[in-house]
């Protein structure tokens, strides 16, 4: 028990304690100016992530195959109907290009009837997850 009396082991004992006290008080606060910023970046993001839905909308698809035979069409697409959504996605093996995005079937029955002359393969879609 004497051991527990000397110096060196209340000044350890001391060290010990102001350390620790000292490790739990990081935990500052930093507040961020530009909070507004990220809040609108933020909300920029989701609304452009609600705007092309594939999961739950109808949509045509023009093409599935290689890669630069789906990017020439997107590209031919985008050009002759620039106010329409056209996106590529990968499905293995295969490059799908999909356009429009509608909340109903008819909607999308719609843009395949006006598009029909110019891609006579392409069909209406509802992917799945």
Same mark, same amino acid.
């Given at each position: 028990?004497?051991?527990?009396?000397?110096?060196?082991?209340?000044?350890?004992?001391?060290?010990?304690?102001?350390?620790?006290?000292?490790?739990?008080?990081?935990?500052?606060?930093?507040?961020?100016?530009?909070?507004?910023?990220?809040?609108?970046?933020?909300?920029?993001?989701?609304?452009?992530?609600?705007?092309?839905?594939?999961?739950?909308?109808?949509?045509?698809?023009?093409?599935?195959?290689? *890669?630069? =035979?789906? @990017?020439? %069409?997107? $590209?031919?697409?985008?050009?002759? +109907? !620039?106010?329409?959504?056209?996106?590529?996605?990968f499905a293995?093996?295969?490059?799908?290009?999909?356009?429009?995005?509608?909340?109903? *079937?008819? =909607?999308? @029955?719609? %843009?395949? $009837?006006?598009?029909?002359?110019? +891609? !006579?393969?392409?069909?209406?879609?509802?992917?799945?997850?």
């Open positions: 028990m004497n051991y527990l009396r000397s110096p060196k082991v209340f000044f350890i004992f001391i060290l010990t304690l102001f350390f620790n006290w000292e490790a739990s008080s990081q935990t500052n606060i930093i507040n961020n100016k530009d909070q507004e910023t990220i809040d609108l970046l933020l909300e920029r993001k989701m609304s452009q992530n609600n705007q092309f839905s594939l999961y739950t909308n109808y949509s045509v698809q023009l093409k599935s195959g290689l *890669k630069d =035979e789906t @990017e020439s %069409l997107y $590209k031919e697409f985008t050009s002759s +109907y !620039p106010t329409i959504d056209a996106t590529i996605v293995n093996p295969k490059f799908k290009l999909i356009v429009g995005n509608f909340k109903n *079937k008819i =909607e999308a @029955e719609h %843009l395949l $009837k006006k598009i029909e002359n110019k +891609y !006579p393969d392409a069909f209406v879609v509802k992917l799945k997850q």
